[in-house]
């Protein structure tokens, strides 16, 4: 089966990215979002995007128009009984994505497959809300997507040999570099990235340097190209708070536990870029 219709739900940052490089790679695509508002931000955000690419001479006018035309802006999830496939890209709570796989279970074709863009909740637990746990996998994109090349494509413990290379080869026509990953507390990405980021929270917390210090030392000694705390202003602290409570919930490992300066942000809604306040101001 080859990928003709994508629903893509959640119409924020990551799923209108997800939105934009799917039709720029000449796939249909329905955005869905509850909220209005929200999917005519992520339109907006698209338009800007390919619209700076054709200031730059990177796209025609045309070709934007042509890309534009191929995606679909909805309220209606039950439009997903259109899908060949489904990416999910809503916030990362485990009530709310059953709810939705579940819903997506009763609307989808059968011959449809359910994706999660979640970047550390398990996809063998998200499989098991619906009646198709073969056709459910990972597909973790990276922030920004149109510009980082990784796709983690994550094997539910019941994912299909067959969805699992279906799901490989369209990252790929995605102009993506898949890499096969098995369903383990935040997959392999963020198993590494957050420890580090949540450590050079505690470096600032401790005293060590200040916040300037630690983003220069990772930036002109290790060739990052942002430092840890400007990246987790960029991420979300909200999301790298969840996503350490996911390792250290997962793996009961006190190497795991988030820096309670980590949580003292978030609580007073620091969270980063998108609040205008985090470990710097915006
Ligand atoms: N959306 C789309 N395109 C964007 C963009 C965005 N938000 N931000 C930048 N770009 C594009 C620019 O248009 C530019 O494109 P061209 O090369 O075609 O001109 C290109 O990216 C470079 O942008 P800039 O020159 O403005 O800025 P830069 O060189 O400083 O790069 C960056 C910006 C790509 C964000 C870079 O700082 C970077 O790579 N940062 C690290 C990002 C990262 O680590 N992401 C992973 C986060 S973790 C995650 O996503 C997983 C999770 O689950 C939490």
């Known amino acids: 089966m080859s990928i003709q219709t994508l629903m893509?739900?959640?119409?924020?940052?990551?799923?209108?990215?997800?939105?934009?490089?799917?039709?720029?790679?000449?796939?249909?695509?329905?955005?869905?979002?509850?909220?209005?508002?929200?999917?005519?931000?992520?339109?907006?955000?698209?338009?800007?995007?390919?619209?700076?690419?054709?200031?730059?001479?990177?796209?025609?006018?045309?070709?934007?128009?042509?890309?534009?035309?191929?995606?679909q802006l909805t309220e209606s999830l039950e439009?997903?009984?259109?899908?060949?496939?489904?990416?999910?890209?809503?916030?990362?709570?485990?009530a709310l994505k059953a709810l939705l796989f579940h819903r997506l279970d009763s609307i989808c074709r059968p011959s449809a497959i359910l994706a999660s863009n979640t970047s550390s909740l398990p996809i063998s637990e998200i499989a098991a809300v619906t009646e198709r746990p073969s056709q459910v996998i990972g597909m973790h994109f990276m922030n920004p997507v149109p510009v980082m090349p990784l796709v983690e494509v994550i094997r539910g413990l019941e994912t299909s040999q067959e969805v699992f290379e279906e799901i490989y080869h369209l990252s790929e026509r995605m102009g993506k570099t898949p890499v096969e990953v098995n369903d383990f507390p935040g997959f392999v990405s963020n198993r590494i990235l957050m420890p580090m980021i949540n450590e050079a929270v505690f470096t600032v917390y401790e005293g060590v340097a200040t916040v300037e210090s630690v983003d220069k030392v990772m930036k002109l000694?290790?060739?990052?190209?942002?430092?840890?705390?400007?990246?987790?202003?960029?991420?979300?602290?909200?999301?790298?708070?969840?996503?350490?409570?996911?390792?250290?919930?997962?793996?009961?490992?006190?190497?795991?536990?988030?820096?309670?300066?980590?949580?003292?942000?978030?609580?007073?809604g620091r969270l980063g870029r998108k609040s205008g306040q985090g470990f710097y101001s915006y």
């Open 8 to 71: 893509v739900v959640g119409a924020g940052q990551m799923g209108s990215g997800i939105a934009q490089v799917a039709a720029v790679s000449g796939i249909r695509v329905l955005l869905h979002d509850n909220s209005l508002d929200m999917l005519n931000k992520g339109m907006a955000s698209i338009n800007t995007h390919l619209y700076r690419s054709v200031e730059k001479g990177k796209l025609t006018a045309d070709r934007m128009a042509d890309i534009l035309s191929r995606i």
């Open 79 to 94: 439009l997903a009984e259109q899908a060949d496939l489904v990416i999910e890209a809503i916030s990362e709570n485990m």
């Open 221 to 268: 000694g290790m060739h990052h190209p942002m430092g840890p705390l400007e990246l987790a202003d960029f991420i979300g602290l909200d999301t790298c708070l969840s996503i350490m409570e996911i390792l250290y919930e997962g793996f009961k490992d006190p190497k795991y536990r988030p820096c309670p300066l980590l949580r003292k942000y978030v609580k007073a």
